[in-house]
T-cell receptor
Framework: AQSVSQHNHHVILSEAASLELGCNYS??????LFWYVQYPGQHLQLLLKYFSGDPLVKGIKGFEAEFIKSKFSFNLRKPSVQWSDTAEYFCAVNAGNMLTFGGGTRLMVKP | GAVVSQHPSWVICKSGTSVKIECRSL??????MFWYRQFPKQSLMLMAT?????????EQGVEKDKFLINHASLTLSTLTVTSAHPEDSSFYIC??????????????FGPGTRLTVL
């Protein structure tokens, strides 16, 4: 069965700092990869996704992620975070008919 | 586009009551909908996959008689928690898959329903 791990449970950054959230998955076949964000009091929103093609995908709000197949990774990055990026971020892998989520990373950006 | 709604957003009920939660895709047809459960400070756990017009597929450990799922149309799936008990208190989230039902299609999530069983 596939599994997804997010290395950091909590991340605290100051505004303008760069962000990288790790995501690794275990599955030998073709996968589709997602990052979702959940702002406080709101529902899950799609940040970006990778299906095929350019392994560097750009999403909303200045986020990007890079799929490195050899490392089974799909890390999320943002060059300069803002206070409004405070949220919980979930990496998810779709293999077959099931979407499997990582444990989530809670990001707090200090103003 | 791709908006999913859930109703109610919060429900409080007495132990032994059955509670129905609705999930609707507002601007697209969803052949497949999913039901998740999220415990505090934890990730989402898939409970079941709901296909329009057929029986839901439950994940291991999820009681199908406890969590009844009906997907009667391409825009509506319901989850009924039967004879709810305090341990069923949780945040229930649905998602709907846009497109023709391919596994590669994106899932869009509803806002969730908080169930509190007293």
């Amino acid at each position: 069965a596939q599994s997804v791990s997010q290395h950091n449970h909590h991340v605290i950054l100051s505004e303008a700092a760069s962000l990288e959230l790790g995501c690794n998955y275990s599955y030998g076949g073709t996968v589709n990869l997602f990052w979702y964000v959940q702002y406080p009091g709101q529902h899950l929103q799609l940040l970006l996704k990778y299906f095929s093609g350019d392994p560097l995908v750009k999403g909303i709000k200045g986020f990007e992620a890079e799929f490195i197949k050899s490392k089974f990774s799909f890390n999320l990055r943002k060059p300069s975070v803002q206070w409004s990026d405070t949220a919980e971020y979930f990496c998810a892998v779709n293999a077959g008919n099931m979407l499997t989520f990582g444990g989530g990373t809670r990001l707090m950006v200090k103003p | 586009g791709a908006v999913v709604s859930q109703h109610p957003s919060w429900v409080i009920c007495k132990s032994g009551t059955s509670v129905k939660i609705e999930c609707r895709s507002l601007d697209f047809q969803a052949t497949t909908m999913f039901w998740y459960r999220q415990f505090p400070k934890q990730s989402l756990m898939l409970m079941a996959t709901s296909n329009e017009g057929s029986k839901a597929t439950y994940e291991q450990g999820v009681e199908k008689d406890k969590f009844l799922i009906n997907h009667a149309s391409l825009t509506l799936s319901t989850l009924t928690v039967t004879s709810a008990h305090p341990e069923d208190s949780s945040f229930y989230i649905c998602s709907a898959r846009e497109g023709g039902g391919l596994s590669t299609d994106t899932q869009y999530f509803g806002p969730g329903t908080r169930l509190t069983v007293l």
